[in-house]
């Protein structure tokens, strides 16, 4: 019986706690410091949508909702298998949606245009270009929010390796290799289930990205192909977001194996907070706790996915309550180095890894 009542009281306790300004304030503060120790990273990302709406750039508000929160550095994804889905805005607000074949050049052209959009929002002074790790410290020091230009699906190159030099010009430093198609690269964990693993033209994409220093972003692809870009890369690769079968058997989870050979490799699992699959903040703190258990806190971390998914978890929602996720940590007894890991320090030191 006391048991019961002092269970109850600390549940009580737990539940009002960050409601109490005071502690709120504690809170923010501890998690200040933890940053002023640790790189904010939001590993996969849309903001502002500027994938898919027909805008110029990121806007001043996403970035500032990102500042607000202390996130040092966001990965911005260009989904560039949208010219075979269809499913983007044309520069005149339509949007073309269905399957269709895309015509030679158009694939690469929307990944060129959806990478001017990220210099725009440099060259407007919003953000800086993430282009090595030590920049990204500068941009950090400075005030600035560092942004990754990334593929998610490397659909855009067209099988065309000399592409992905043109990409890296233009800024890029994160290659995903697949997203929802199977493509020139490799095979993907949704539907359209295809079997297979990483295809030759993928094995020498994965090589260049080695070469050219470009981190290496494994999500959405199948079993086979994790496993062979593991085998085949020199550097740690990411998953940059999803799921845990363990916790939620769903398409876009990974299996505790899966989870350890990214480990062993020294790679990171980014959990993500999609409302569909992982209902609140709290839900998604027992995620990544079970990857901590598994194989440590070095390989863990964080990707929003922010304004690719429709629902996001309750307590992270559309205004991207990053904070609430460190909150959670502190709260649970997680100290500030495992909580600066997961947030962003993991990544960081993966990035410094792939760059040298
Ligand atoms: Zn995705």
Not at 69 to 94: C, R
Not at 136 to 164: C, F, H, Q, V, W
Not at 267 to 275: A, E, Q, R, S, T
């Amino acid at each position: 019986m006391k048991k019961q009542i002092f269970l109850t009281l600390s549940i009580l306790l737990l539940a009002s706690s960050v409601d109490s300004e005071e502690q709120k304030k504690d809170l923010d503060a501890r998690i200040k410091s933890i940053n002023s120790n640790f790189i904010f990273a939001d590993m996969h990302a849309h903001p502002s949508r500027f994938h898919r709406s027909n805008i110029d750039s990121i806007s001043e508000e996403e970035i500032h909702r990102y500042k607000a929160h202390n996130i040092n550095v966001v990965v911005a994804s260009i989904s560039t298998d949208m010219a075979y889905t269809g499913d983007y805005d044309t520069e005149d607000g339509t949007v073309p949606k269905g399957q269709y074949k895309p015509s030679s050049g158009q694939s690469f052209a929307l990944t060129l245009e959806r990478l001017q959009r990220i210099q725009n929002t440099f060259t407007e002074g919003r953000a800086v270009h993430a282009d090595s790790p030590s920049l990204l410290l500068k941009a950090r020091d400075e005030g600035n929010l560092a942004i990754i230009p990334a593929m998610e699906g490397a659909d855009g190159l067209e099988g065309d390796i000399e592409n992905l030099y043109r990409f890296y010009e233009m800024g890029l430093r994160l290659i995903q290799l697949v997203h929802f198609r199977a493509n020139a690269l490799g095979h993907i964990q949704s539907h359209p289930y295809s079997p297979g693993g990483l295809t030759e033209f993928g094995e020498k994409v994965v090589e260049e990205a080695n070469r050219l220093n470009l981190i290496i972003d494994v999500a959405h692809a199948n079993t086979e192909t994790i496993k062979d870009v593991l085998e085949i890369s020199k550097d740690p690769v990411i998953f940059s977001h999803g799921g845990l079968k363990a916790l939620r058997d769903q398409d876009r989870a990974l299996t505790d194996e899966e989870v350890i050979l990214i480990a062993k490799k020294d790679g990171i699992v980014g959990i993500w907070p999609h409302g569909r699959y992982i209902e609140s903040v709290t839900r998604m703190v027992d995620y990544i706790d079970h990857v901590i258990d598994l194989v440590g806190p070095e390989h863990v971390g964080i990707a929003s996915d922010l304004r690719g998914v429709s629902k996001y978890s309750k307590g992270f929602g559309r205004e991207a309550n990053f904070s609430a996720i460190a909150e959670e940590m502190i709260l649970r007894g997680h100290d500030d180095e495992t909580v600066g890991k997961v947030m962003g320090g993991n990544f960081f030191r993966l990035w410094q890894e792939v760059s040298k």
